[in-house]
T-cell receptor
């Protein structure tokens, strides 16, 4: 099993839709979890950290499920500008070394 | 908003040549990182640096690679003898008070011919 896995997509959704992505991780001792957004040929931009209690930032909600070893990202009311690749990053060892997933590509359609 | 900067944005070099990629982390950050992303692949950790020494390095970061913080602002990645397979986007990142939250620079696209 890969350390961090994501469905590559693409997820094609209409504007205004709600879409959710999951990211599974193999190391149950993983410490910290993050969602990044990456536009084509650009750097990853931190979207949000994922806390045990879950967290929300506007239209974005992140959840952590330690029992099943996955994190999720929910995007409500999708905008055209949300089209990007969403990367999950996991600090599996508590040493600030991130393991990234391959990313899930989202296309929001007009 | 403070950001990580990297130079050059694109570097083309011949196989076997040395390259130095430069980064200026966010000014009050203490932890520095290099990652790379081969076209079409995932972002991969290379090395982390704290308190003027390497904290951790990956298997990719072999003897051909080195990092340095030559002054109070720059953080560099040197590849001594580039190979074709070193062609990738190299991202510098830094983190600070919340050491887990890493912020990435725009990257240097390295092309080895």
């Amino acid at each position: 099993r890969k350390e961090v896995e994501q469905d590559p997509g693409p997820f094609n959704v209409p504007e205004g839709a709600t879409v959710a992505f999951n990211c599974t991780y193999s190391n149950s001792a993983s410490q910290s979890f993050f969602w990044y957004r990456q536009d084509c040929r650009k750097e990853p931009k931190l979207l949000m950290s994922v806390y045990s209690s879950g967290n929300e930032d506007g239209r974005f909600t992140a959840q952590l499920n330690r029992a099943s070893q996955y994190i999720s990202l929910l995007i409500r009311d999708s905008k055209l500008s949300d089209s990007a690749t969403y990367l999950c990053a996991v600090d599996t060892s508590g040493t600030y070394k991130y393991i990234f997933g391959t990313g899930t590509r989202l296309k929001v359609l007009a | 908003e403070p950001e990580v900067t990297q130079t050059p944005s694109h570097q083309v070099t011949q196989m076997g040549q040395e390259v130095i990629l430069r980064c200026v982390p966010i000014s009050n950050h203490l932890y520095f990182y290099w990652y790379r992303q081969i076209l079409g692949q995932k972002v991969e950790f290379l090395v982390s640096f704290y308190n003027n020494e390497i904290s951790e390095k990956s298997e990719i970061f072999d003897d051909q690679f080195s990092v340095e913080r030559p002054d109070g602002s720059n953080f560099t990645l040197k590849i001594r003898s580039t190979k074709l397979e070193d062609s990738a986007m190299y991202f510098c990142a830094s983190s600070g008070v919340a050491p887990n939250e890493q912020f990435f620079g725009p990257g240097t696209r390295l092309t080895v011919l």
